[in-house]
């Protein structure tokens, strides 16, 4: 059964900590990506991976950190410098390379609550 | 549930009539454009893409139109069914480029 799952699906987060949201997809896709999702916004990049080891910031990384040590993960940390971390995070994953491969495929999410 | 639906334009449709969605993209370049589905507390679900060399690509129930001299896209629901209930959004790409533009989506209520 192929796809991208992300867990836990609802997290809580006291101020001033910092926490880590899973990401793992089994389609063999290079690229994967995080975005947050507001009510009433589209979705907003925070970071993205073409490649393992590589990584690069989105338009709202601040606060925000990841790693790419394998292929199929791909783990945000959202930290206590985020200001305002509550939200719903949504992890992607897309083929690199080859024909037809533009579209991102999207996990089920994580929704993040800070108390 | 998720409260991702709040505020966004809402589109209430009887249940077996025909749904029509619209979006209107930012970037002249763009060459790829999708649209997806969420519902609820889930991640957006792909629906149909198309490429900016064609006006319109047909899927099951669904129908992409794309209008390139006024960066507009429209998404046509056949028979439109309480499961077709949710958030639906466009994206746009220039294709090979990483950065993909969300709209901020319509919610779509099916009427029994």
């Known amino acids: 059964d192929g796809g991208i799952t992300q867990s836990p699906k609802y997290l809580f987060r006291k101020e001033g900590q910092n926490v880590t949201l899973s990401c793992e997809q089994n389609?063999?896709?290079?690229?994967m990506y995080w975005y947050r999702q507001d009510p009433g916004q589209g979705l907003r990049l925070i970071y993205y991976s073409q490649i393992v080891n590589d990584f690069q910031k989105g338009d709202i990384a601040e606060g925000y950190s990841v790693s790419r040590e394998k292929k199929e993960s791909f783990p945000l940390t959202v930290t206590s410098a985020q200001k305002n971390p509550t939200a719903f995070y949504l992890c992607?994953?897309?083929?690199?390379w080859g024909v037809g491969t533009d579209t991102q495929y999207f996990g089920p999410g994580t929704r993040l609550t800070v108390l | 549930g998720e409260s991702v639906g709040l505020h966004l334009p809402t589109l209430s449709v009887q249940e077996g009539d025909n749904s029509i969605i619209n979006c209107a993209y930012s970037?002249?370049?763009?060459?790829?454009f999708i649209w997806y589905k969420q519902e609820s507390g889930k991640g957006p679900q792909f629906i149909i893409d198309?490429?900016?060399?064609?006006d319109k690509r047909q899927g099951q129930r669904v129908t992409v139109l794309l209008n390139k001299t006024v960066k507009h896209l429209s998404l046509q629901i056949a028979a439109t069914q309480p499961g077709d209930s949710a958030v639906y959004f466009c994206a746009e790409n220039i294709g090979g480029y990483q950065k993909v533009t969300f709209g901020t989506g319509t919610k779509l209520q099916v009427i029994p």
């Open positions: 389609l063999n896709h290079d690229a």
């Open positions: 198309i490429r900016s060399n064609m």
């Open positions: 970037n002249s370049a763009s060459d790829y």
């Open positions: 992607a994953s897309r083929e690199q």
